[in-house]
């Protein structure tokens, strides 16, 4: 399935808004998500089943030639198997119909795309850490989503509803006047929504396809230089000379007292017991409804803040350096976790990243991440073999600069932008550059790589073999995957 390119000069964006949905409508959220859930297990359970009765089937010395055939995980190969068992699989038989279609093919999907992930990771074609195999989503714990591509998804002229296949016509919490405007005047075109509950409360996304509007930034000769930090959130040096400081909000640590009452008022109610199948008392649902108001207002004003933060950057600066952070391994620091987790580093290079690139096509140089910002000199150059953290102040032996450390890493990384290369040269087509610079101290690697090598355990026996698929619509799969 090819991937969506959208045309020359406009780019896919995003529009999200609460919902305020009736009784009947949240209901309907419900199943649509709860269908989604359940075409996903379908699809994972239907896929496995193969592949564990070919190992099966090997431990009675059955040729390889004549095992059972493996299914393919494509999503046209599974709407087809899906539509042919649906309305006999006593799973789905009695309901199937209450719910659009597009809610089952969201879980197919999900499915196609979690094994798509897996055997991609297990040929090496994926980067980042090894996928294991798509697991089952548990009624409990399962994140309730639906994407609707197919029928009527639009914004109602009246500002204050969005209309949807199947759910008919809800009610936005907020005015969609902004999207609105845009497919009023031919500038967007609305390609998906997507109905999520986060925080207690439903959204729904619209995908779209919106005409580039480049908005010149305040001052595009001056490079910035962002050192992020626990202490202070972030420490801007630019080109010409100014520091400025952007203090950490810390909002877990300001709600931790109201969150900890919360939270033993709740251990005092009568919880859930899943061993011996005991339900929740209401006094412990009421409690838990309360606790989690803390979390949701923790969350959205660390979103509010990091935002405003983020667009103020890209506004004002030709140019932005940041940091390759880390942050899943600073997490496993078990004394500033808590806390490196409340800043939201790697939120705020996301944020930058798109923001940059779609909003103004300014530049975004992404420094190594062995780069010793903190470590070297920002008036001679010189660097440091070590620079323990609870120095912060940095004094360099070579000229004797005196500075704070923090401000000396923003200072470098600022210096890098004039050794940065920018990307295609078209305008607001800038590839994130990486700047390079050799570390002094050794590099923390670890010494042997991870194994991948499966257990004796893992279904489908020790090797999926090329599939041909027989269907036109169906993908082959190229390469063995090793399990």
């Known amino acids: 399935m090819k991937k969506f390119r959208p045309q020359s000069g406009f780019v896919v964006k995003a529009y999200r808004f609460a919902l305020d949905p009736n009784a009947a409508q949240e209901r309907a959220l419900h199943s649509h998500c709860g269908a989604a859930r359940a075409a996903y297990n379908w699809a994972v359970a239907w896929i496995e089943a193969s592949w564990w009765q070919r190992k099966a089937e090997s431990t009675y010395g059955i040729p390889q030639e004549q095992l059972t055939q493996w299914r393919p995980w494509s999503l046209p190969a599974l ?37 798509d992930n897996y055997a991609r990771s297990r040929q090496g074609r994926r980067r ?34 969005v209309t949807l296949p199947r759910l008919g016509t809800l009610r936005t919490h907020e005015p969609t ?14 390609l998906s929504a997507t109905v999520r509950h986060e925080r207690g409360r439903w959204f729904v996304s ?62 005092r109610r009568q919880g859930p017991d899943r061993r011996i199948g005991h339900k929740p008392s209401k006094r412990w649902d009421k409690a838990n409804a309360q606790r989690n108001k803390v979390h949701h207002r923790v969350a959205n004003l660390r979103e509010d803040a990091l935002h405003k933060l983020t667009t103020s950057i890209a506004a004002e600066y030709g140019t932005v350096v940041v940091e390759d952070l ?3 391994g600073m997490l496993r620091n078990r004394r500033l976790a808590r806390r490196i987790a409340d800043a939201g580093f790697g939120e705020i290079r996301r944020q930058l990243e798109y923001k940059t690139r779609q909003r103004h096509a300014t530049r975004l140089v992404v420094a190594d991440r062995w780069y010793p910002s903190s470590k070297t000199c920002s008036g001679c150059g010189a660097a ?20 704070d450390r923090d401000h000396n890493a923003a200072r470098n990384l600022a210096a890098l932008a004039a050794a940065a290369v920018t990307g295609t040269g078209v305008a607001g087509d800038q590839d994130t550059t990486q700047v390079s610079k050799p570390r002094v101290a050794d590099r923390k690697t670890r010494a042997t790589a991870r194994s991948r090598k499966a257990t004796g355990g893992r279904a489908g026996g ?14 082959t799969q190229a390469e063995a995957l090793t399990l």
């Open 79 to 115: 709407r087809k198997a899906f539509n042919a068992v649906k309305h006999t699989d006593p799973r789905f038989a009695a309901w199937w119909q209450d719910n659009s279609k597009e809610a089952y093919n969201t879980g197919l999907a999900n499915a196609a795309a979690a094994f």
């Open 128 to 161: 980042g850490r090894a996928m294991g195999l798509p697991r089952f989503k548990s009624k409990r714990k399962a994140r309730l989503s639906c994407r609707f591509t197919t029928g009527t998804i639009r914004a109602d002229a009246d500002g204050r509803h």
């Open 177 to 190: 006047v902004k999207l609105l405007a845009r497919v009023q005047a031919g500038t967007a075109r609305i």
């Open 206 to 267: 619209f995908q779209v396809e919106v005409k580039r509007d480049l908005v010149r930034v305040a001052r595009p000769g001056v490079a910035v230089g962002i050192d992020l930090g626990v202490k202070t959130l972030a420490v801007m040096a630019d080109s010409a000379g100014a520091i400025r400081e952007v203090a950490n909000p810390r909002h877990l640590d300001t709600a931790l007292k109201q969150l900890r009452h919360a939270s033993r008022v709740v251990s």
């Open 326 to 328: 880390n942050v899943a």
């Open 384 to 403: 440091k073999a070590k620079l323990p953290l609870h120095l912060r102040t940095y004094h360099c032996d070579a000229c004797g600069l005196v500075i």
């Open 462 to 475: 020790a090797t999926l073999p090329h599939q041909r698929q027989t269907e036109t619509r169906d993908r």
